[in-house]
C-alpha cells in the first residue's frame, strides 16, 4: 500500500540557511500534519491542513510556514535556521472530515536535518 | 487541553514475558487514543486506536491496549515479548470527533533480553 513520502531524507544546512520539506500524503487523505522530533524526544505537532487551508498551528517558530497545495502535499520552509533546529521532522496523512473518516494519522519515514 | 502521561521511560522484558507499557490520559472532551511504535531511525508506525467504539482494541504485532473511563488509562499490552518489540513506544491522544493533531507521551523504550 502507499504511504507517506517525505523527502528528501537527510538534509544538512548551515545556519542562517534555508530549507524546504517536502511531503506527499497518501492517495485520498485531505489532511496533513507536520511534527518535530528533537534527539531523545517525543513528537511535537508543529502545523496541520485540512483541504489546502491551515486547520490547526502548535509550536511552530514564526521562522517557519508550511502550505499544502492542490495536489495535497505539503511543504515546510524553514528560514534563518538555527543549532536548534536540527531534529527528525515528520509529516502525516489522514482522511479527514469526509466519509470513511477515522482520524488515525500514518506518519512518514521523516526528514533528518542538520544544521552546522 | 489533553495531554497523555507515560510511566517508565524504560521497560526490560525476558523474551516470552508479559508485556505491559503504561499510559494515562488527560483530556476535556471524550479522547480518542492512539499506541505508536518508532524503531531507531524510522517513522512512527500505528500500532492500535481507540475510537470510542469497543474498549478492548487489538492491534498488530499481537499488541491489544484497554480503555478505562475510570482509570484514564490505556495500557498496551503483549501476552509473550519478542526480541523484534525492542523499540519506542508512543501513547498519544487526539479530540474526538476532528482531524486534529496528536499529543504524545514522552515514549517507553522497550528492551527485551534473552
Known amino acids: 500500500a502507499a504511504g507517506v513520502i517525505q523527502s528528501p531524507r537527510h538534509l544538512i544546512k548551515e545556519k542562517r540557511e534555508t530549507a524546504t520539506l517536502k511531503c506527499y500524503p497518501i492517495?485520498?487523505?485531505?489532511?496533513v500534519y507536520w511534527y518535530q522530533q528533537g534527539p531523545g524526544q517525543d513528537p511535537q505537532f508543529l502545523i496541520s491542513?485540512?483541504?489546502?487551508?491551515?486547520?490547526d498551528k502548535g509550536s511552530i517558530p514564526d521562522r517557519f510556514s508550511a502550505q499544502q497545495f492542490s495536489d495535497y502535499h505539503s511543504e515546510l520552509n524553514m528560514s534563518s535556521l538555527e543549532l536548534g533546529d536540527s531534529a527528525l521532522y515528520f509529516c502525516?496523512?489522514?482522511?479527514?472530515?469526509?466519509?470513511?473518516?477515522?482520524?488515525?494519522?500514518?506518519f512518514g519515514p521523516g526528514t533528518r536535518l542538520t544544521v552546522t | 487541553a489533553q495531554s497523555v502521561t507515560q510511566l517508565g521511560s524504560h521497560v526490560s522484558v525476558s523474551e516470552g514475558a508479559l508485556v505491559l507499557l503504561r499510559c494515562n490520559y488527560s483530556?476535556?472532551?471524550?479522547?480518542?487514543l492512539f499506541w505508536y511504535v518508532q524503531y531507531p531511525n524510522q517513522g512512527l508506525q500505528l500500532l492500535l486506536k481507540?475510537?470510542?467504539?469497543?474498549?478492548l482494541v487489538k492491534g498488530i504485532n499481537g499488541f491489544e491496549a484497554e480503555f478505562k473511563k475510570s482509570e484514564t488509562s490505556f495500557h498496551l499490552t503483549k501476552p509473550s515479548a519478542h526480541m523484534s518489540d525492542a523499540a519506542e513506544y508512543f501513547c498519544?491522544?487526539?479530540?474526538?470527533?476532528?482531524?486534529?493533531?496528536?499529543?504524545f507521551g514522552t515514549g517507553t523504550r522497550l528492551q527485551v533480553t534473552l
Open positions: 502525516a496523512s489522514s482522511l479527514g472530515l469526509g466519509p470513511g473518516t477515522s482520524y488515525e494519522q500514518y
Open positions: 492517495p485520498r487523505h485531505d489532511t
Open positions: 491542513f485540512y483541504e489546502k487551508m491551515q486547520s
Open positions: 483530556s476535556s472532551v471524550p479522547p480518542y
Open positions: 481507540y475510537t470510542s467504539a469497543a474498549t
Open positions: 498519544a491522544v487526539s479530540e474526538s470527533g476532528t482531524a486534529s493533531k496528536l499529543t
